[in-house]
């Protein structure tokens, strides 16, 4: 789409459209003055002709009418001009209507059949076409706005011209004109019809075509040389096709013979599953069954075992043992069928990628979200949609959009910057396939160029890109300096125009194409990917949900611009790592037998910049490597935010496509008279079913289309177009040009549709009111209701019956940064804990959502994990608080260990050793890892899941929202500087509270056992083991409050042994463990005689 490098800015509501030329005189552009004329029957802008003249269709009067009015005018009017009453003449490329053959002028038989047009026949662009022309006729419009073609246009000439008869279009006297090639079946002729070309149904058989047998064959085609030539030519296509699978009716499970000819590469398949070795899987699997028995047995031992002189710890003890217990069950079923996937991408080149034509390869639409470039740097952002620019993939295949929602002008200047410097840095990474291609971790990397022996011509090129480099980062810093003072009248453009965005929460919609339009090329002369700069309207009494809502506006206005199938989302600050990332993920969603039921493609999340010894759990290799791995043995991993291939068809909301089930097996062993008598009476039954069953399996959307089509019986028409009108509507919202694209599953945008009308269209999508009662949020695109949009829309997906996948390239796809400092880290950690108490307390939550779907069993207990991992954090606070208590009071919460007892806990703890270390090993993960995993559960458990779930009760039950402000109080600026940086927070309290009462109760714990004797050992030793457990998971929590500091901050210490000290006061004034009745008096033993 072409803006000519204008900024477009606008309101749908209240009727502002306008065009900034920041390159130009200061002056504004109205749409009128972008268009040009306007027809005078529909209000649209008039087209331009090849010559680029304005498309004139009255020679006498020039009245202004458009193309499709005219072509309608003379194939359905009075064929005469509106103002001077001249009957229209045939132009050069319009179709013949009845009366042109007494005009003379020559025949123009190619143009005006369009048979090199073959994109009009497809049936994604005649639906787009049908649903647009109804829609806009309901509005009040002419039928074609965007440009399409309606069905109408699609006559009977066009179709014969397009499908050549047998007689090489040349008609026998002798053979009737039902006696051609092109036979219209009776069965196909009633009623109206999707689509305007017949699809024959293969259950049903075509009528013979009758042939005389005096005439020679060749009058009907048959057996001449121009037959044989044509069949030869048909041959040598069908070898050049290198994939004949069909696409429809696999679970992906199964190959299907028949269909899949193993040949070559090209037609193999483009990934397989890589199930993990069975000298791995199968000892874990039964070491589980043997944790359960022995779990079994704990707590049968445990319930008929109470401790009577510590009845309430044996209580609460037993009731959090039950609660991990759960939770351990929820965790580790979804990991019983683990699997690793590989990836071909020899074999999508070869398939999609034939030499001397045109890449197959799906578009990709990548989405780029940022709110505040104070708070995420704009040189980050650059980097992100630098490595995007990058990816080896078709430049016209990709289109790069960045949702601006702080309309910060840093972040449209920067962007601005990042296209300049992208026609230098995009020719200079596919010039020497370098990685990764996100210039400032490329640069970072060491070269050494004497033991590589590079070529000195990349030594050259390389320095002076990094010159230029350098230089754009000085550019990026200057503007992020400039920001920092906002002027008083606010911001204004470089040609004096206002900044639209000066008010955050008040300001229109605005689009800027930057790359990817006409004339904007990289200093080799090749074409740029598209890169356009979004940022949503906003106005005050408008809920905008967050970034949930900023996808959704991303999810339309691409629509509409590029409309590619596929999207791929990421962070701001994740970058691609691996230039083949985008093929990795076509090698899925492409594959011709399970592709069709795949929703998304999710990719690890791997980070830079975190130090070695990963304090704080950054990495979070434990998930990835071992429970995606897992999920996606089952129906696919969960949807972590970024990082993530869609299926721009399963973000609308449709179901999966229908699983296709075998034939069922007939039995020969009875005589055929017999099994006519028994199956006679079942057949009627089987009909009914099998037509019903045949509608259920075609896709909504096409139903949808037979009633925009057929009508509803026994409603007049009017209300027969009115209510699928509504019912889109209703879903998608009140823009034809976006319900049209949603019915293209290959994605494209309408033909013929001009700047103005997208870009108009673009604007209108991402108002403020778009959404208002429709299913946005609800159904379609990304879900509202939770801080954590991305798990209820994995979700969501996964209930309507697709399947995910987990891919892990040798190199990872994606990399980004993490808050490696340790408040930053809990505040992380606590929005995603309040996202899933949020979904807990929804009607999305997958206790009891979703049932009678496509959600598997397995599944549906890891996404119950996903959301009830925040309730364990009241029993984990409670279970490390008991340790001090029993050493501070001499109690404990097991009675006197017996053999059978000791036996007991032996096993419970060497089989949940064994677990881990199994799990370990094939998932592949380190010991380093995987304790880091569990020191920072105790961590987080106590601190970010115990404020989410008080928060979250807060803001779903009474309406209250509470923040928890982060302060930076220092730092320096070595290695890892942030990493030492301390933020006080209130979640720092409760985990340094259990610390210090825990580090008390053990010195008190050895004090009495010093002042007891050598009998009072024994007992201390199970009671030192737990508080000792608790005190080396919260050790990170220790090192990060220290830091680099030899002491830990003053206002830590105080609160700390302020809570410490009240809470010993009251357990010293209120003790369970004394007995009402007073003190008891015991008999001395000694004989003081």
């Known amino acids: 789409m072409d803006t000519k490098g204008r900024l477009i800015a606008g309101s749908h509501n209240r009727n502002e459209f306008v065009l900034i030329n920041a390159d130009e005189v200061a002056r504004v552009t109205s749409v009128k003055e972008l268009s040009g004329q306007i027809c005078q029957i529909c209000g649209d802008e008039i087209e331009l002709s090849v010559d680029g003249e304005p498309f004139v269709a009255c020679n006498e009067c020039a009245f202004p009418v458009c193309r499709p009015c005219y072509e309608y005018e003379r194939r359905e009017g009075n064929q005469a001009c509106p103002q001077c009453k001249t009957r229209y003449k045939r132009l050069k490329g319009c179709p013949r209507v009845e009366g042109d053959e007494e005009e003379d002028g020559d025949d123009d038989l190619e143009n005006e059949f369009d048979i090199a047009n073959h994109d009009r026949r497809d049936p994604h662009h005649i639906a787009a076409a049908m649903l647009s022309a109804r829609y806009n006729v309901n509005h009040g419009s002419r039928p074609h706005v965007s440009g399409l073609s309606t069905p109408a246009e699609l006559d009977a000439a066009s179709v014969a011209s397009e499908v050549p008869l047998l007689t090489y279009g040349q008609e026998d006297v002798g053979i009737s004109s039902d006696k051609h090639a092109l036979i219209v079946p009776p069965f196909m002729s009633r009623g109206k019809r999707v689509h305007p070309i017949p699809t024959p149904d293969p259950s049903m058989t075509l009528p013979p075509r009758p042939m005389d047998p005096k005439k020679d064959l060749a009058v009907y085609g048959i057996g001449t040389v121009a037959w044989k030539k044509r069949m030869e030519d048909w041959k040598n296509k069908q070898n050049e096709k290198l994939q004949v699978v069909k696409h429809e009716g696999n679970n992906g499970d199964e190959f299907e013979g028949s269909d899949l000819p193993m040949m070559d590469e090209g037609r193999q398949p483009l990934s397989r599953k890589l199930p993990i070795p069975s000298s791995k899987i199968n000892p874990y699997r039964i070491i589980i069954l043997l944790r359960l028995a022995i779990l079994a047995l704990f707590f049968h031992y445990r319930i008929l075992h109470p401790v009577n002189d510590a009845y309430v710890l044996w209580l609460l003890s037993v009731i959090c043992e039950i609660w991990f217990a759960v939770s351990w069950i929820l965790d580790q079923f979804p990991k019983w069928y683990p699997i690793e996937r590989e990836t071909y991408l020899d074999r999508l080149s070869l398939r999609y990628e034939k030499e001397g034509k045109p890449s197959e390869l799906a578009s990709v639409d990548v989405f780029v979200s940022t709110v505040d470039p104070m708070k995420e740097p704009p040189l980050i952002t650059a980097n992100t949609v630098l490595s995007i620019l990058a990816v080896d993939y078709p430049v016209d295949k990709v289109a790069c959009y960045v949702s601006d929602d702080g309309a910060a002008m840093l972040t449209f200047e920067a962007l601005s910057e990042t296209s300049e410097f992208a026609r230098k840095w995009v020719p200079f990474c596919k010039k020497f396939s370098i990685e990764p291609r996100a210039p400032e971790w490329y640069f970072a990397q060491k070269v050494d160029y004497l033991r590589d022996k590079v070529d000195p011509t990349f030594v050259r090129e390389r320095r002076a890109m990094k010159r230029d480099y350098e230089e754009f980062k000085v550019r990026i810093n200057g503007l992020v300096a400039m920001a920092q003072k906002v002027p008083e009248d606010g911001w204004t453009m470089q040609d004096g125009t206002p900044w639209p965005g000066n008010n955050v929460r008040d300001h229109p919609g605005m689009i800027q194409v930057f790359l990817g339009h006409d004339g904007v090329r990289d200093l080799e002369g090749n074409e740029l990917p598209r890169l356009i700069y979004v940022s949503r309207e906003k106005r005050p009494g408008f809920d905008h949900h967050k970034k949930a809502g900023a996808m959704n506006a991303l999810v339309r206005v691409s629509a509409v611009i590029s409309n590619a199938p596929f999207l791929l989302n990421v962070d701001c600050d994740h970058y691609i790592n691996n230039s083949k990332a985008l093929r990795e993920a076509m090698c899925f969603m492409m594959d011709p037998i399970s592709g069709k039921?795949?929703?998304?493609?999710?990719?690890?999340?791997?980070?830079?910049?975190?130090?070695?010894?990963?304090?704080?759990?950054?990495?979070?290799?434990?998930?990835?490597?071992?429970?995606?791995?897992?999920?996606?043995?089952?129906?696919?991993?969960?949807?972590?935010?970024?990082?993530?291939?869609?299926?721009?068809?399963?973000?609308?909301?449709?179901?999966?496509?229908?699983?296709?089930?075998?034939?069922?097996?007939?039995?020969?062993?009875?005589?055929?008279?017999?099994?006519?008598?028994?199956?006679?009476?079942?057949?009627?039954?089987?009909?009914?079913?099998?037509?019903?069953?045949?509608?259920?399996?075609?896709?909504?959307?096409?139903?949808?289309?037979?009633?925009?089509?057929?009508?509803?019986?026994?409603?007049?028409?009017?209300?027969?177009?009115?209510?699928?009108?509504?019912?889109?509507?209703?879903?998608?919202?009140?823009?034809?040009?976006?319900?049209?694209?949603?019915?293209?599953?290959?994605?494209?945008?309408?033909?013929?549709?001009?700047?103005?009308?997208?870009?108009?269209?673009?604007?209108?999508?991402?108002?403020?009111?778009?959404?208002?009662?429709?299913?946005?949020?609800?159904?379609?695109?990304?879900i509202y209701g939770s801080v954590t949009e991305d798990i209820l829309t994995g979700f969501k997906m996964h209930c309507h019956g697709w399947r995910s996948v987990y891919c892990m390239p040798k190199r990872p796809a994606f990399k980004g940064s993490a808050p490696i400092n340790l408040s930053d880290r809990l505040h992380q950690v606590l929005r995603w804990a309040l996202g899933s108490v949020e979904i807990f307390l929804s009607r999305h939550c997958p206790l009891w959502y979703g049932y009678g779907c496509g959600l598997k069993s397995l599944e549906r207990f890891s996404y119950i994990a996903s959301v009830v991992y925040p309730l364990t954090s009241i029993p984990l606070l409670v279970y490390c608080t008991l340790p001090a208590i029993c050493l501070l009071t001499g109690k404990f919460i097991v009675p006197e260990i017996s053999n059978y007892a000791s036996l007991l806990f032996m096993s419970l703890f060497i089989i949940i050793a064994v677990t881990s270390i199994l799990e370990m090993q094939w998932g592949g993960v380190g010991i380093h890892d995987w304790w880091r995993n569990e020191q920072f559960w105790v961590i987080g458990g106590v601190s970010s899941h115990l404020f989410a779930l008080f928060q979250g009760l807060l803001k779903v039950l009474a309406g209250v929202n509470t923040n928890f402000t982060v302060t930076s109080k220092g730092g320096d600026d070595g290695e890892f500087s942030e990493l030492y940086i301390f933020k006080w927070t209130s979640l720092l309290i409760p985990p340094m509270t259990l610390l210090i009462i825990n580090v008390i109760g053990v010195i008190v714990g050895i004090s009495d056992a010093i002042s007891n004797g050598y009998d009072s050992w024994g007992p201390l030793f199970g009671r030192l083991f737990f508080a000792l457990w608790v005190i080396v998971h919260l050790y990170p929590f220790l090192k990060g409050l220290m830091g680099k500091q030899d002491r830990l901050p003053t206002i830590i210490v105080v609160w700390s042994i302020l809570l410490a000290s009240i809470f010993s006061l009251l357990w010293a004034r209120v003790n369970p463990f004394i007995s009402k009745g007073g003190i008891v008096l015991e008999v001395c033993g000694l004989n003081c005689d």
């Open 597 to 782: 039921k795949i929703c998304y493609v999710q990719f690890p999340q791997r980070f830079d910049g975190i130090d070695r010894h990963d304090r704080y759990s950054n990495r979070n290799v434990v998930f990835f490597d071992i429970n995606m791995k897992g999920l996606d043995g089952i129906q696919g991993p969960i949807y972590v935010g970024t990082g993530c291939v869609f299926r721009r068809q399963a973000l609308y909301g449709y179901d999966a496509p229908a699983k296709k089930k075998p034939p069922r097996r007939t039995c020969n062993c009875l005589p055929k008279w017999c099994c006519c008598c028994c199956c006679r009476s079942k057949k009627k039954n089987r009909k009914s079913k099998s037509i019903d069953k045949k509608k259920n399996e075609v896709p909504k959307h096409i139903l949808a289309l037979e009633n925009i089509e057929e009508g509803i019986e026994g409603i007049d028409n009017e209300k027969s177009t009115l209510m699928p009108q509504i019912k889109f509507e209703k879903k998608f919202g009140q823009s034809s040009v976006f319900i049209a694209s949603t019915l293209m599953e290959d994605g494209g945008i309408p033909k013929g549709a001009t700047t103005a009308s997208l870009l108009k269209e673009a604007i209108h999508v991402i108002s403020c009111g778009y959404e208002d009662k429709s299913d946005w949020g609800k159904e379609v695109g990304w």
